[in-house]
């Protein structure tokens, strides 16, 4: 099983910008489609950004134009640059397959309020 590592989050005021990065102890991460997700307090887990193996992108109605995932396949690092920041994008953010087929970690905190 592939170990996910996120890191990147903070405290940020509305509209700054934070990127995140989520490193994964696979080899074979260049093959997979793979994802952000996020987590707020009482909500449930969300897809928020995809992206295939070939770069193919995708964003959930609320991050778009706003957020943007990229993937670095030599380093098996996954990104996730987040730009006017809302108090309502304040979750965990998480890194997994599109297919959220591998462990998950432990997550990044990212915090946006005044």
């Known amino acids: 099983q592939a170990r996910l590592v996120e890191s990147g989050g903070g405290w940020v005021q509305p509209g700054g910008s934070l990127k995140l990065s989520c490193a994964a102890s696979r080899s074979s991460f260049s093959i997979y489609a793979m994802a952000w997700y996020r987590q707020a307090p009482g909500k449930q887990r969300e897809s928020v950004a995809s992206?295939?193996?070939?770069?193919?992108?995708s964003y959930g109605d609320s991050v778009k134009g706003r957020f943007t995932i990229s993937r670095d396949n030599a380093k098996n690092t996954l990104y996730l640059q987040m730009n006017s920041l809302k108090p309502e994008d304040t979750a965990v953010y998480y890194c997994?397959?599109?297919?959220?087929?591998?462990?998950w970690g432990q997550g990044t905190q990212v915090t946006v309020s005044s």
């Open positions: 997994n397959t599109a297919l959220s087929g591998w462990d």
């Open positions: 992206i295939t193996s070939g770069g193919i992108t």
